[in-house]
């Protein structure tokens, strides 16, 4: 009789087990779809992706990972969490940084952004509060004998500021397009 009523508490702790692996998977899935993605193996990153997150995160620690595409470009989310605080990464396949939010405490927000919110935002309570980090590069380019400073994304848009250097590039790519278009027609 105590075999038996040993086996049962056992297979019980086991089923409980296992609901509760279900009920984490899911979860961690509902999270990742909100945010666009989908949850994936840490193993199954690619070796750029998990160097990068090593030299940020540190070696040997537990992050969880998700793939999402934007505009064609697949980036991979990594977060770190602990008890105090959350740590996400958002690179694309090579380990290109493009954005890091990592929580912060409440007192950590500027003067002028707190005053910002409370006269926006009266009688409101702050519930998180994440620093922000988005990665762009400017690369300084010579092209026909001028020098042209551009800001370019981790996931290659190039973020021109002003309508002139917009116009230039609407043009030049409607030049390519045209171009492209006559090499067709051949």
């Given at each position: 009789?105590?075999n038996?009523?040993?086996?049962?508490?056992i297979g019980?702790l086991?089923?409980a087990?296992?609901?509760?692996?279900?009920?984490?998977?899911a979860?961690?899935?509902?999270?990742a779809?909100?945010?666009g993605?989908?949850?994936?193996?840490?193993?199954?990153?690619?070796?750029p992706v998990?160097?990068c997150?090593?030299?940020?995160?540190?070696?040997?620690?537990n992050y969880e990972?998700?793939?999402?595409?934007e505009?064609?470009?697949?980036?991979?989310?990594?977060?770190?969490?602990?008890?105090?605080?959350?740590k996400?990464?958002?690179?694309t396949?090579d380990?290109?940084?493009?954005?890091i939010?990592?929580s912060?405490p409440h007192?950590?927000l500027p003067?002028?952004?707190?005053s910002?919110?409370?006269k926006?935002?009266?009688?409101a309570?702050?519930?998180?509060?994440?620093?922000?980090?988005?990665?762009?590069y400017?690369?300084l380019?010579l092209?026909?004998?001028?020098?042209?400073e551009?800001?370019?994304?981790a996931?290659?848009?190039i973020m021109?500021?002003?309508?002139?250097?917009?116009?230039e590039?609407?043009?030049?790519?409607g030049?390519i397009?045209?171009?492209?278009?006559e090499?067709?027609?051949?």
């Amino acid at each position: 009789m105590r075999n038996r009523n040993s086996a049962i508490v056992i297979g019980a702790l086991g089923l409980a087990f296992c609901l509760c692996l279900f009920v984490y998977g899911a979860a961690q899935q509902k999270a990742a779809n909100e945010a666009g993605g989908k949850v994936i193996d840490v193993k199954t990153l690619p070796a750029p992706v998990k160097a990068c997150a090593e030299k940020i995160f540190g070696a040997g620690k537990n992050y969880e990972a998700s793939e999402e595409t934007e505009d064609g470009v697949t980036f991979y989310e990594l977060s770190l969490k602990d008890d105090k605080q959350t740590k996400d990464i958002l690179m694309t396949k090579d380990g290109n940084i493009a954005e890091i939010e990592e929580s912060i405490p409440h007192s950590s927000l500027p003067g002028e952004s707190l005053s910002a919110l409370q006269k926006m935002f009266p009688g409101a309570t702050i519930q998180k509060t994440e620093s922000r980090q988005v990665f762009s590069y400017e690369v300084l380019l010579l092209q026909n004998g001028k020098t042209i400073e551009v800001p370019i994304s981790a996931d290659g848009k190039i973020m021109l500021k002003n309508k002139a250097a917009k116009k230039e590039k609407k043009e030049k790519k409607g030049k390519i397009e045209k171009e492209e278009n006559e090499e067709k027609g051949k």
